[in-house]
C-alpha cells in the first residue's frame, strides 16, 4: 500500500513537494493525533491557527481545525495556564445580616498593619509595632477600631475587653481563617505564627466560653468570604494613609487617630442618598450608635420642654424605631442585587480532579489533587470543598480551584463542553 497525497492545483508552483501534495491524513486516527500533538510540542505550544499552518506544510488533515482545538484542550500545559476556576453563584445573604438586631451583636473581627509606633514624643525614641483591630457590626455597618500593641493572647483580650466595654457584649464573632492572615508581603507572619499556635486558641477558647461567645471562622483562602470587614480595612488604611503617610507616631497619638477614624466612617451614608432638598438627613450607622451622625453638630437640648416623662420615653422609642424602619426600607434594598457572581456555573462533584491555585507560586507549580468531600450551602451551590492532595487534605473555596476537565468532556469538542476553563483561540 502507498502513501495517499492531496492534489490541487499547485503543481506548477516554486514549493517543495511535500508542500504542493501533502500527506492525506483521517482526522480519527490515532497517528494524526501524534502528529499534532508532536508539532504542538516542538514548536512551543502555539494556538490553533498558527499550529494548523505548520502541520499543512506537511499533512492534510480534513476538519484539522476541530482536531487541533481538540488536541490542544488535551494538553495540561495550555490548559492550565489558560483554565478558570468555577466563581460560584453569589449566596443569599446570611440572617444576621438582613434581621434587626443591636449593633455588634454580631461583629465581623479583622486585622490590618504592622503599624510603626515610637515610644514618646522624644527624638530618637524607640520604635516597636503595633496592629489595628477591626470590629464591624454585621447588620448596621458600624465600625470600632483598637490599637494592639503585641502579638499575644492577653493583649488581643484586653482588646476585645476594651470593645465589650464599649460596645456591649456581642453574641458571635467572624472572621477569616488564619491563613488568611498570611498576606503576599508577609506583612502579617507574625500575627499568624500566634494566632494558629495551640496555647493561643486555647486562651481564648478559655475566656470566651464564660461569655458565651461563639467564633466562626471562614474557610481558607478566602477572604471574599468576609468582603463586610476587608472593606472597612480598606477604608480606615486608606483614611490613615491620606492623613499619617509616613509619619511615625505614639500610642496616644494612634488611639486618637483611630477613634477619629472610627468616628468618619460611622458617619457615612448607608443607602444612597436622595434629590429632595427637603430631606438633609441621612441613615448612617451612627444613628444606631447614638441616634445621629457622629460628626453631627449637636443640637440645642429639648430638656426645658414641658413634656411628660412617659411620653418623652415613647418619644425616644418612637425615634429609634424610626431608624429600624428607615434601616428596613432604605438600607435592606440595596442589598438585594448581585453586583457580581450572578451566573449560575456547575457544582464541583466528588472525585473530580483539581488543581490548587497559589497566588505565591507559579502556575505550572500547582499542586493537583481530588476532590472528597462539597459542602453545599442552603441553596444547594458548592462553594467549598476538602481536597485531597498527595500530602494532606485541605478545605478551599471553590474559587481556588481550577477543574481539570473530565474525559468525557475532553472527548467532546470544545463547543460543545460546558466548562469555563476552555482556553480561547489566542496565538502565544
Same mark, same amino acid.
Given at each position: 500500500?502507498?502513501?495517499?497525497? @492531496?492534489?490541487?492545483?499547485?503543481?506548477?508552483?516554486?514549493?517543495?513537494?511535500?508542500?504542493?501534495?501533502?500527506?492525506? *491524513?483521517?482526522?480519527?486516527?490515532?497517528?494524526?493525533?501524534?502528529?499534532?500533538?508532536?508539532?504542538?510540542?516542538?514548536?512551543?505550544?502555539?494556538?490553533?491557527?498558527?499550529?494548523?499552518?505548520?502541520?499543512?506544510?506537511?499533512?492534510?488533515?480534513?476538519?484539522?481545525?476541530?482536531?487541533?482545538?481538540?488536541?490542544?484542550?488535551?494538553?495540561?500545559?495550555?490548559?492550565?495556564?489558560?483554565?478558570?476556576?468555577?466563581?460560584?453563584?453569589?449566596?443569599?445573604?446570611?440572617?444576621?445580616?438582613?434581621?434587626?438586631?443591636?449593633?455588634?451583636?454580631?461583629?465581623?473581627?479583622?486585622?490590618?498593619?504592622?503599624?510603626?509606633?515610637?515610644?514618646?514624643?522624644?527624638? +530618637?525614641?524607640?520604635?516597636? +509595632?503595633?496592629?489595628?483591630?477591626?470590629?464591624?457590626?454585621?447588620?448596621?455597618?458600624?465600625?470600632?477600631?483598637?490599637?494592639?500593641?503585641?502579638?499575644?493572647?492577653?493583649?488581643?483580650?484586653?482588646?476585645?475587653?476594651?470593645?465589650?466595654?464599649?460596645?456591649?457584649?456581642?453574641?458571635?464573632?467572624?472572621?477569616?481563617?488564619?491563613?488568611?492572615?498570611?498576606?503576599?508581603?508577609?506583612?502579617?507572619?507574625?500575627?499568624?505564627?500566634?494566632?494558629?499556635?495551640?496555647?493561643?486558641?486555647?486562651?481564648?477558647?478559655?475566656?470566651?466560653?464564660?461569655?458565651?461567645?461563639?467564633?466562626?471562622?471562614?474557610?481558607?483562602?478566602?477572604?471574599?468570604?468576609?468582603?463586610?470587614?476587608?472593606?472597612?480595612?480598606?477604608?480606615?488604611?486608606?483614611?490613615?494613609?491620606?492623613?499619617?503617610?509616613?509619619?511615625?507616631?505614639?500610642?496616644?497619638?494612634?488611639?486618637?487617630?483611630?477613634?477619629?477614624?472610627?468616628?468618619?466612617?460611622?458617619?457615612?451614608?448607608?443607602?444612597?442618598?436622595?434629590?429632595?432638598?427637603?430631606?438633609?438627613?441621612?441613615?448612617?450607622?451612627?444613628?444606631?450608635?447614638?441616634?445621629?451622625?457622629?460628626?453631627?453638630?449637636?443640637?440645642?437640648?429639648?430638656?426645658?420642654?414641658?413634656?411628660?416623662? *412617659?411620653?418623652?420615653?415613647?418619644?425616644?422609642?418612637?425615634?429609634?424605631?424610626?431608624?429600624?424602619?428607615?434601616?428596613?426600607?432604605?438600607?435592606?434594598?440595596? *442589598?438585594?442585587?448581585?453586583?457580581?457572581?450572578?451566573?449560575?456555573?456547575?457544582?464541583?462533584?466528588?472525585?473530580?480532579?483539581?488543581? *490548587?491555585?497559589?497566588?505565591?507560586?507559579?502556575?505550572?507549580?500547582?499542586?493537583?489533587?481530588?476532590?472528597?468531600?462539597?459542602?453545599?450551602?442552603?441553596?444547594?451551590?458548592?462553594?467549598?470543598?476538602?481536597?485531597?492532595?498527595?500530602?494532606?487534605?485541605?478545605?478551599?473555596?471553590?474559587?481556588?480551584?481550577?477543574?481539570?476537565?473530565?474525559?468525557?468532556?475532553?472527548?467532546?469538542?470544545? @463547543?460543545?463542553?460546558?466548562?469555563?476553563?476552555?482556553?480561547?483561540?489566542?496565538?502565544?
Amino acid at each position: 500500500m502507498g502513501i495517499l497525497r @492531496a492534489g490541487g492545483r499547485l503543481f506548477n508552483a516554486n514549493l517543495p513537494f511535500n508542500h504542493k501534495h501533502p500527506v492525506l *491524513l483521517p482526522p480519527e486516527s490515532h497517528l494524526s493525533n501524534l502528529i499534532v500533538d508532536h508539532f504542538h510540542r516542538i514548536y512551543l505550544h502555539p494556538g490553533p491557527s498558527l499550529l494548523q499552518a505548520l502541520v499543512q506544510l506537511e499533512y492534510w488533515i480534513p476538519s484539522a481545525r476541530r482536531l487541533i482545538r481538540q488536541r490542544i484542550f488535551n494538553c495540561q500545559r495550555c490548559y492550565r495556564l489558560k483554565a478558570k476556576s468555577f466563581i460560584p453563584k453569589m449566596a443569599d445573604l446570611p440572617s444576621y445580616r438582613v434581621r434587626a438586631e443591636r449593633a455588634f451583636k454580631r461583629t465581623g473581627l479583622d486585622f490590618a498593619g504592622p503599624f510603626l509606633m515610637k515610644e514618646s514624643g522624644r527624638r +530618637k525614641a524607640l520604635l516597636s +509595632k503595633v496592629y489595628l483591630c477591626i470590629f464591624v457590626c454585621m447588620t448596621t455597618k458600624a465600625i470600632h477600631l483598637e490599637v494592639v500593641t503585641s502579638l499575644t493572647a492577653d493583649a488581643f483580650l484586653a482588646t476585645l475587653d476594651r470593645f465589650v466595654s464599649l460596645r456591649g457584649l456581642p453574641s458571635d464573632l467572624y472572621s477569616d481563617c488564619g491563613s488568611n492572615f498570611v498576606s503576599a508581603a508577609g506583612k502579617l507572619k507574625e500575627w499568624y505564627k500566634w494566632y494558629v499556635s495551640e496555647n493561643t486558641q486555647e486562651e481564648l477558647a478559655e475566656r470566651l466560653t464564660p461569655l458565651q461567645i461563639k467564633w466562626h471562622f471562614n474557610p481558607p483562602r478566602a477572604p471574599h468570604f468576609g468582603g463586610i470587614w476587608e472593606a472597612g480595612v480598606k477604608s480606615a488604611k486608606s483614611l490613615m494613609l491620606r492623613t499619617v503617610g509616613d509619619a511615625v507616631l505614639t500610642y496616644e497619638e494612634f488611639a486618637t487617630l483611630f477613634a477619629k477614624i472610627g468616628a468618619v466612617l460611622n458617619s457615612r451614608p448607608i443607602c444612597p442618598l436622595s434629590n429632595d432638598p427637603s430631606e438633609c438627613e441621612y441613615l448612617s450607622p451612627g444613628h444606631f450608635l447614638i441616634g445621629e451622625a457622629l460628626l453631627a453638630v449637636p443640637e440645642p437640648t429639648l430638656l426645658d420642654v414641658t413634656l411628660n416623662r *412617659l411620653d418623652r420615653w415613647q418619644l425616644v422609642k418612637r425615634m429609634t424605631q424610626f431608624f429600624w424602619d428607615r434601616w428596613h426600607r432604605e438600607y435592606l434594598s440595596t *442589598l438585594q442585587s448581585r453586583v457580581k457572581w450572578n451566573e449560575n456555573t456547575p457544582n464541583l462533584q466528588v472525585g473530580d480532579l483539581v488543581f *490548587l491555585k497559589d497566588d505565591n507560586s507559579p502556575v505550572l507549580q500547582w499542586p493537583r489533587g481530588r476532590v472528597v468531600e462539597v459542602h453545599p450551602g442552603q441553596d444547594g451551590v458548592v462553594r467549598v470543598a476538602s481536597v485531597q492532595t498527595s500530602t494532606s487534605t485541605f478545605s478551599r473555596p471553590v474559587a481556588k480551584l481550577v477543574p481539570l476537565f473530565p474525559e468525557n468532556v475532553a472527548n467532546s469538542s470544545p @463547543a460543545e463542553n460546558p466548562w469555563n476553563g476552555w482556553p480561547q483561540e489566542q496565538e502565544h
